[in-house]
């Protein structure tokens, strides 16, 4: 257990910062109401930057839960999360400078439930 330990210790130190870094973090219910949009969608398609380990999705808006968004959008993928064609998602739009993006997309499965909550919660 000590070698596992030392051995995932020694890796994570050799990785650059901003591989390691997810910003934002996982979806909460706040993140909703701080959020300038909110929408849901289908992942049309998805590539790797070429800058950042950041998979870029572009989306099809089929319903906007807040702010303004129609046709198609591109968002950035946190933590490199896997998005797959045709996959349901949730894209959330920040303000302009927030993060080094300005809109998020997470698989539906893991962030609709809790941003619908946070936006009836909000009301």
């Known amino acids: 257990m000590k070698t596992l330990l030392l051995a995932l210790t020694i890796v994570a130190l050799a990785l650059p910062s901003y591989v390691l870094a ?3 973090a996982n979806p909460n219910e706040s993140m909703a109401l701080e959020s300038k949009g909110l929408f849901v969608g289908t992942a049309i398609s998805s590539r790797w930057s ?4 950041h998979l870029k999705v572009r989306v099809k808006v089929i319903e906007v839960l807040r702010g303004n968004a129609s046709g198609t959008i591109f968002a950035i993928s946190p ?3 896997p998005i797959n064609d045709g996959e349901r998602v949730v894209v ?3 303000e302009e400078g927030k ?3 300005d809109q998020v997309v997470y698989p539906a499965e893991m962030a609709e439930k809790v941003f619908r909550a946070g936006l009836r919660a909000g009301h």
């Open 79 to 81: 933590c490199a999360l």
């Open 50 to 53: 070429d800058e950042r380990p």
């Open 99 to 101: 993060y080094d993006y």
């Open 22 to 24: 997810c910003s934002p």
């Open 92 to 94: 959330v739009q920040y």
